[in-house]
């Protein structure tokens, strides 16, 4: 049963703080993409990646946020230094992107709360 | 610019029929998806639409009119485990998620 594994699934951190998040795509798949959900804004996306190369990072802040993709099975999210409106659950997704319709595979997400 | 919306929350009965409806405008249009999403899980995938019409998968059905912008997730025989969120998405060069649309079920 493949299905996309990130980690940690939980993280408390204080204000200033980094904070890296993993995924593990989905073997096979060849689009990795990084969400992030809020109550008020609902899900977010912030990054994605075909092949390993970024596509799109326009939804991410520049300044304190990263994403990588070192290779095709890892992808990471760094914030770095964290703030309070930060907290957030953060999905990763993977994809084949091979037709429009092929539907992405959501993480478990991981909640980060930061004070 | 590019905008999705639903209805924040919907009540409805178990053994009933819903619909919840998305309208979206977008730059561009490469189809539509449901999501369903319990509290505290991830989302996962119902329904994807691309030409007009009505797509039926047992007691979720999706309808889609890109004329209108418009598109429903039709859900019968409600039960209480489809108490979740509902997401609308609309794929262009990326996807966009709606603000999700909470469905409480009353027994």
């Known amino acids: 049963d493949a299905r996309v594994t990130q980690t940690p699934r939980h993280k408390v951190t204080e204000m200033g703080q980094e904070v890296t998040m993993r995924c593990q795509p989905i073997l096979g798949h060849n689009t990795v993409f990084w969400y992030r959900q809020t109550m008020m804004q609902g899900l977010e996306l912030l990054a994605y990646f075909r092949n390993r190369a970024p596509l799109d990072d326009s939804g991410m802040p520049k300044d304190r946020f990263s994403a990588e993709m070192p290779d095709a099975t890892l992808a990471t999210l760094k914030i770095q230094p964290s703030e309070p409106r930060d907290s957030a659950v953060y999905f990763c997704a993977s994809g084949s992107a091979r037709r429009p319709s092929d539907t992405q595979y959501f993480g478990p997400g991981t909640r980060l709360t930061v004070l | ?107």
């Open chain 2, 1 to 107: 610019g590019q905008n999705i919306d639903q209805p924040t929350e919907m009540t409805a009965t178990e053994g009933a029929i819903v619909q919840i409806n998305c309208t979206y405008q977008t730059s561009g249009f490469n189809g539509l998806f449901w999501y369903q999403q319990h509290a505290g899980e991830a989302p996962t995938f119902l329904s994807y639409n691309v030409l007009d019409g009505l797509e039926e998968k047992g007691r979720f059905s999706s309808f889609l009119s890109r004329s209108k912008g418009y598109s429903y997730l039709l859900l019968k025989e409600l039960q209480m485990k489809d108490s979740a969120s509902y997401l609308c998405a609309v794929t262009d060069d990326k996807i966009i998620f709606g603000k999700g649309t909470r469905l409480h079920i009353l027994p």
